[in-house]
């Protein structure tokens, strides 16, 4: 699962900066740096994900009461694992969020507005 939304992630992450090439290449032109973009793209990764895992959570905690009598040895609600949970997911996306950003930050303002 943590693979499938890391390459989901990541595969939105490229076409979102593929597809707002020339309005990265307009602010770099206008004086944005490079890390301004990387700052900008990780910002919109890690807030799709920060939504994504405050939602997964309480998804999980509320379909952990229905099936407390499947689990045997295990609290549906165990802090340590959720944490653990979540903490990979965050790490891992941001992974994920930071290869299309750094490519994005790379981006020829020359090149991006003649893009289409």
């Not at 379909?63 to 165990?78: C, P, S």
């Not at 969020?97 to 981006?107: D, M």
Request: proline content about 3%.
């Amino acid at each position: 699962a943590m693979l499938i939304a890391s390459m989901g992630l990541f595969g939105l992450m490229s076409y979102s900066v593929t597809r707002r090439t020339n309005e990265i290449g307009i602010r770099m032109a206008l004086g944005a740096r490079g890390q301004d973009v990387l700052s900008l793209v990780m910002g919109e990764s890690m807030m799709l994900v920060l939504i994504g895992v405050g939602l997964g959570v309480l998804t999980a905690l509320a379909a952990g009461r229905l099936i407390t009598a499947l689990l045997f040895g295990l609290a549906a609600t165990d802090p340590l694992t959720i944490l653990g949970a979540v903490t990979l997911m965050v790490l891992v996306s941001a992974i994920a969020g930071y290869l299309p950003a750094r490519r994005a930050a790379r981006v020829d303002p020359l090149v991006a507005l003649r893009y289409e």
